[in-house]
């Protein structure tokens, strides 16, 4: 790990953050499209939602999802009995600078919803 991945901006503009809410569940989610040729099995999954606002959320995913790429995620609903399937578009990824060694691990994944 170099001291540079780990190192991210701090946004002194909290303004556009200020409506997230934290929010720890987990999120199925769907790619939408082939990317790279990767397997069925990487296509489908779960992530860890860690913050949401009605722009988009944060999620902690064990694979780094390309930017850009579209997902459809299940976002949870009042009632832990329904989700809300939506459509969001990857914007950023960052690597957690612990884990598993030869670029396995864990990834932040910034999401915007689509609407």
């Known amino acids: 790990?170099?001291?540079?991945?780990?190192?991210?901006p701090i946004a002194t503009d909290l303004q556009k953050h200020n409506e997230r809410v934290a929010l720890l569940r987990p999120i199925?989610?769907?790619?939408?499209?082939?990317?790279?040729?990767?397997?069925?099995?990487?296509?489908?999954?779960?992530?860890?939602?860690?913050?949401?606002?009605?722009?988009?959320?944060?999620?902690?995913?064990?694979?780094?999802?390309?930017?850009?790429?579209?997902?459809?995620?299940?976002?949870p609903t009042p009632t832990s009995l329904a989700g809300t399937p939506t459509l969001a578009e990857v914007r950023w990824t960052r690597r957690v600078p612990f884990g598993k060694p030869n670029g396995q691990g864990t990834y932040f994944v910034g999401l915007k919803f689509m609407f």
């Open 1 to 8: 790990m170099t001291q540079t991945e780990w190192e991210w």
């Open 28 to 75: 199925p989610f769907e790619m939408t499209t082939q990317v790279d040729g990767q397997s069925d099995s990487a296509r489908s999954g779960k992530a860890l939602s860690l913050n949401i606002s009605s722009g988009g959320m944060l999620v902690l995913m064990d694979q780094a999802p390309q930017v850009e790429q579209v997902l459809k995620v299940l976002v």
